[in-house]
């Protein structure tokens, strides 16, 4: 029925007085001052985009177990190079006949070395070393790099000491740097780490500084410094949170690198003594060409790709996600 003005019943003729008619609505003023706007949260948007695409799920799970391989593994099955070093008929066997001889063990499914010893444990038993001395570089370089950037991109009379610096090192091949502190010092875990870290900052900081130009003079960024905000103040908070995405992305590219890296300087013959990934590949570099030897060469060399492939994969979409533009 429509609604008319011969339809409404006045407010008298009910019967009912205005308590029965109306009722106060008590005001909280808490409720008045919430803001119904959804909570955002930076590294959880970052981590819903991460997840969001399945592939990543998958780069993750690949991650995971070179972790538990690389870290626990050789620990829980204690490896050995010289163990089978006596036994003539342990050296240089293919897969199939490592598990002849040994019976079925995923220990012999890439066969044995020069000394007997399994192939697969030595491979992750290097890769051990070859991890903790790419994520300890990266470490080193970025935290240094990081706050030099910084400093850098801000101050024009650090930009000009700098300039020069970077100038005469960038002319330098950074192997040539690495090869040379290599043989001042005694070639160790911590020397090539040093050698790594005594100038690989500098990209890192020259890449930030730029960025850091780029952003320094937004309106947002002169609004702050007129409010009275400090330069570091801007540079914590304003800058640096800006630069996540980058700082994962160049990260992305520099920890394979450090693992390619230490397997060129240990092919060529200048790398740490310890078992490395790098190291057993120049130890089976002979086998490259020795029919039925193949393995002992090849299996190291496809775990250090296959290694820098996933920590590439990983840094690439976490600097993808770190980017606020894609939280939308």
């Not at 039925?292 to 250090?304: A, H, K, Q, R």
Request: glycine share 8%.
């Amino acid at each position: 029925m429509t609604a008319t003005k011969e339809n409404f019943i006045p407010l008298d003729d009910t019967g009912l007085t205005d308590e029965e008619l109306f009722a106060r609505i008590p005001q909280d003023e808490a409720a008045v001052e919430k803001i119904t706007a959804p909570r955002y949260s930076y590294w959880h948007s970052v981590l819903r985009v991460f997840f969001r695409k399945k592939s990543n799920i998958v780069v993750i799970v690949l991650f995971a177990i070179i972790i538990v391989f690389t870290y626990i593994y050789p620990l829980i099955n204690g490896y050995d190079r010289y163990g089978n070093l006596m036994a003539a008929d342990t050296k240089h066997l293919t897969p199939s006949a490592a598990i002849e001889k040994f019976g079925f063990s995923i220990r012999w499914i890439f066969g044995t070395g020069a000394s007997g010893q399994s192939t697969f444990d030595a491979m992750w038993y290097g890769a051990r070393i070859s991890l903790s001395l790419a994520f300890l570089c990266a470490i080193i370089n970025f935290s240094i790099g990081i706050v030099v950037g910084a400093v850098w991109g801000f101050s024009k009379k650090v930009d000009m000491v700098m300039n020069e610096i970077r100038n005469v090192v960038a002319n330098v091949p950074g192997t040539l740097i690495i090869s040379v502190w290599v043989l001042i010092f005694s070639p160790n875990f911590w020397t090539l780490v040093f050698a790594m870290c005594v100038t690989g900052w500098i990209g890192v900081a020259y890449g930030l500084r730029t960025q850091v130009i780029i952003i320094r003079d937004r309106e947002y960024n002169l609004a702050s410094r007129c409010l009275g905000s400090s330069t570091l103040r801007i540079a914590v908070k304003n800058i640096l949170p800006f630069m996540i995405s980058f700082i994962v992305t160049v990260l992305a590219t520099q920890i394979p690198a450090y693992i390619a890296s230490e397997a060129f300087l240990s092919y060529i013959g200048l790398g740490i003594s310890d078992t490395t990934l790098g190291k057993i590949i120049y130890n089976a570099q002979s086998a490259m060409v020795t029919p039925g030897w193949g393995w002992e060469f090849w299996c190291p060399v496809m775990l250090s790709a296959f290694i820098s492939i996933v920590l590439f994969l990983i840094g690439q979409s976490l600097g993808d996600a770190a980017d606020p533009r894609t939280h939308m």
